[in-house]
């Protein structure tokens, strides 16, 4: 009859075993440590989201403030320009006036020395 030696695999296994349930165990307190960092970190996440929605509103408003300035700057620039075309127009008329102006002070000079020379004749007074 033969013998079976039953002792060496199984104390190989039971040591198989230890060996295993011990890397288990270190990896269950990696897990843990893990989950336990998520959990920190999720709750900062939630602070951090919480802390940036106000400033995601104001930049919301000062992007719709934005919105209508720039609105508001082009109205004023195309009021700039039609009243910089009705400053040119009325240059334009003064200095046409001022011309009319000129001739028409040069025509009454004119007619002022007729008019003085006719009234010398007229009384015989020499003109200057």
Known sequence: MTTIDLLTPLTTLATELEATSTAVNA????????????????GELADAVAKLAP????LVDANAQITTLTGELSTANASVT????????????NDAMTTELNNALA???????TVTALNAQLTGTPTA
Do not use: K, R, S
């Open 82 to 93: 039609t009243l910089t075309q009705e400053l040119a127009d009325a240059n334009t008329a």
């Open 55 to 58: 400033v995601t509103q104001e």
């Open 27 to 42: 990896i269950e307190g990696t897990l843990t440590a893990a989950n336990t960092q998520v959990t920190t970190l999720t």
């Open 107 to 113: 025509q009454i000079t004119t007619l002022t020395a």
